[in-house]
């Protein structure tokens, strides 16, 4: 296992396909060969992606910004991420802070997306019910 630049960079252009709403993106970011998951943060926000007509996430007017500690490892043809980024929403200003790990997969000389997470930070004292 050694870091990976590479790995971080694909993730980089995860974001910033997110951000920028360009769906047609997404067919170079994740990967076509296998079933791909991003799970978010809402309860219901499990999606798996199949096509690029699948993959618009619903998130037009939010920013998807990188945190200070984005780091990507890979070891042979899949690699993995883990970051601290926040969603930024355009009309209000208000930020979401959360935690990531992603993992990655070479397909055509390029890491793709085939798995990521999102959470948001909830103290243990509140996710108890």
Same mark, same amino acid.
């Given at each position: 296992m050694q870091q990976s630049e590479g790995v971080k960079e694909a993730m980089l252009r995860f974001y910033e396909?997110?951000?920028?709403?360009? =769906? &047609?993106?997404?067919?170079? *970011? =994740?990967?076509?060969?296998?079933?791909?998951? =991003?799970?978010?943060?809402?309860?219901?926000?499990? *999606?798996?992606?199949?096509?690029?007509?699948?993959?618009?996430? &619903?998130?037009v007017g939010i920013r998807l910004e990188a945190g200070d500690a984005l780091r990507g490892w890979e070891e042979g043809s899949v690699g993995w991420v883990a970051d601290q980024p926040t969603f930024v929403l355009h009309q209000h200003g208000a930020t979401i802070p959360t935690r990531l790990t992603a993992i990655m997969r070479q397909e055509d000389g390029e890491r793709k997306l085939v798995q990521a997470y999102f959470c948001v930070d909830v103290p243990n004292e509140e996710a108890a019910t």
């Open positions: 396909a997110f951000t920028a709403y360009d =769906v &047609g993106s997404f067919d170079r *970011l =994740v990967s076509q060969e296998h079933e791909s998951m =991003v799970i978010g943060t809402h309860p219901t926000s499990g *999606l798996t992606i199949e096509s690029s007509g699948d993959t618009a996430f &619903g998130m």
